[in-house]
């Protein structure tokens, strides 16, 4: 079945100042300038644990994504200046049914002025796709992706775009599957000529059209996800590839660490999906639990990527272990249809990015009840507090509440959008890319800074924990670095 969704996309701009710092006087060379947007990022205790009850003169929230305060300089917007973000403009929002690891660093030279491949790009628009899994096994609602994709840039391009350009967003399901995921890219790029491509969630799903999308040159952004798969070239050596968080991989060290402060002595668990993009994570994620809990791994095992009939197995395993935490990077869908039938008490950790969505706390709590996971953005606890985000998700929504799933496309687009304000007048694919590479740096206030010596720009991680006393995540620490 194919649904289509058309909303024209007016403009919007950054109600937060952007700071583009170049090099001061007497700064060395090569050293990354940063662009800073909204809020002071990442005032926290030294544990990494938010400071409660900060605010700033205005009464907004420090120290949290969205606070006011700590950034100078105006909202440039409109023909030839820099706006922070984008939204779909000029066209329509279109469904059809149907990570610092290593590598190689980004490009830090770009074309001279005027050359470089345009596609996508027009005196007053520049067009990005989209895609998310709106259905399959994601545990996602289909309309939390409808609603979310576009509002950063519809904010933007309400004060006249970015640079002078409107941004037209296309929006694609891919189904939670790898083979729908290429084709729907491959649309993109072939038939509505995107100038960059966005991966909304799903590892796989992110890896095939990552790889398609540098085979024809396009420029792939999306949250971290593995950095391996069997047989192919890592992601860090794909051409046109920029992770924006951390990978699955990066993150081990923090599972660990969470393992030790919140169940230390106690036996674990590592659960992972079968997925053979999995298994350098597994690999390393066993390695740090077991570095950090000796004896106490009892139970370690990979699980279909669907995970139905076979959750009571699975489920009687992990409480014949012993085990009393589980490190789990396997879809929510497999989360909840496990917990659901868990005849004892453990507590979750794992990586972000889905399994710390409010979806999965309303189905499974309390089953799943203080489980922890990793999110490049924090929970709506925080993100109602950013109003920039709360004022735009309205006004694209007729005045619908915000989800989290839209805090977690609002940072991805608004990041894409500095990085298109940074790249200036004359974009180009080269000359934008060139710009993550020279530029490195870019906080906006939700994902945690960037730093793009690499393929794979993340630095930290929020976490999240289950509070079904909301039946939501909130958020227990930010910036938490490995």
């Known amino acids: 079945m194919t649904m289509m969704i058309t909303r024209k996309f007016q403009a919007v701009a950054l109600a937060a ?56 300089g105006g909202t440039p917007t409109g023909g030839g200046s820099t706006t922070g973000g984008g939204s779909t403009t000029g066209g329509s929002k279109t469904t059809p049914s149907g990570t610092g690891g290593g590598g190689e660093a980004p490009p830090a030279t770009a074309p001279r002025s005027g050359g470089g491949d345009t596609t996508g790009v027009t005196d007053t628009t520049i067009k990005v796709g989209i895609h998310a ?16 994709v576009g509002v950063y840039f519809d904010m933007v391009n309400k004060k006249g775009g970015i640079n002078g350009r409107k941004v037209e967003v296309k929006f694609e399901d891919d189904q939670f599957r790898p ?107 066993v390695g740090a639990i077991k570095a950090a809990a000796g004896s106490n791994l009892a139970y370690e095992r990979r699980i279909p990527k669907n995970t139905t009939s076979d959750a009571p ?96 496309i609002y940072g991805v687009e608004s990041l894409v959008g500095m990085i298109l304000a940074a790249t200036g007048k004359d974009l180009s694919r080269e000359s934008f890319m060139a710009t993550i590479g020279k530029v490195k740096q870019f906080n906006n206030g939700i994902y945690p800074p960037t730093n793009f010596s690499s393929r794979f720009g993340g630095t930290a991680m929020h976490l999240l924990r289950a509070d079904c006393s909301k039946s939501e995540f909130v958020t227990e620490k930010v910036n938490v670095r490995p």
């Open 133 to 148: 899994p709106v259905t399959g096994a994601a545990a996602i609602p289909q309309q939390s992706f409808e609603k979310a």
């Open 17 to 72: 100042a952007i700071t583009l710092t170049v090099p001061a006087c007497g700064q060395k060379s090569g050293v990354a300038s940063q662009v800073v947007v909204g809020g002071v990022p990442g005032q926290v205790a030294a544990d990494g644990s938010i400071v409660p009850g900060t605010t700033a003169a205005d009464g907004s929230a420090v120290g949290v994504p969205g606070a006011t305060g700590g950034v100078t």
């Open 313 to 408: 197995g699975i489920a009687g395993e992990i409480c014949r272990s012993g085990a009393k935490a589980v490190v789990w990077n396997a879809s929510p869908s497999s989360l909840l249809n496990v917990a659901k039938v868990l005849t004892c008490k453990v507590g979750f950790i794992g990586p972000g990015l889905t399994n710390g969505l409010n979806i999965v706390a309303e189905v499974g709590c309390d089953n799943i009840a203080n489980a922890r996971f990793y999110s490049p953005f924090p929970g709506m606890d925080v993100m109602r507090r950013n109003a920039e985000f709360v004022n735009a998700y309205k006004a694209s929504n007729g005045g619908s509440a915000p989800d989290d799933l839209g805090a977690a």
């Open 179 to 285: 083979d729908t995921a290429r084709a729907r890219c491959k649309k993109f790029a072939e038939q509505d000529k995107v100038f960059l491509i966005i991966g909304g969630a799903g590892a796989d799903q992110i890896d095939a059209c990552a790889r398609y999308a540098a085979s024809a040159s396009v420029p792939y952004l999306s949250a971290g996800v593995h950095e391996t798969r069997p047989g192919q070239a890592p992601l860090s050596s794909l051409s046109t590839y920029f992770a924006l968080s951390l990978t699955y991989e990066q993150q081990t060290p923090l599972l660990a660490r969470t393992y030790k402060a919140s169940y230390n002595g106690q036996k674990v668990a590592v659960i992972t999906a079968d997925n053979d993009s999995l298994d350098n994570f597994h690999g390393k994620a």
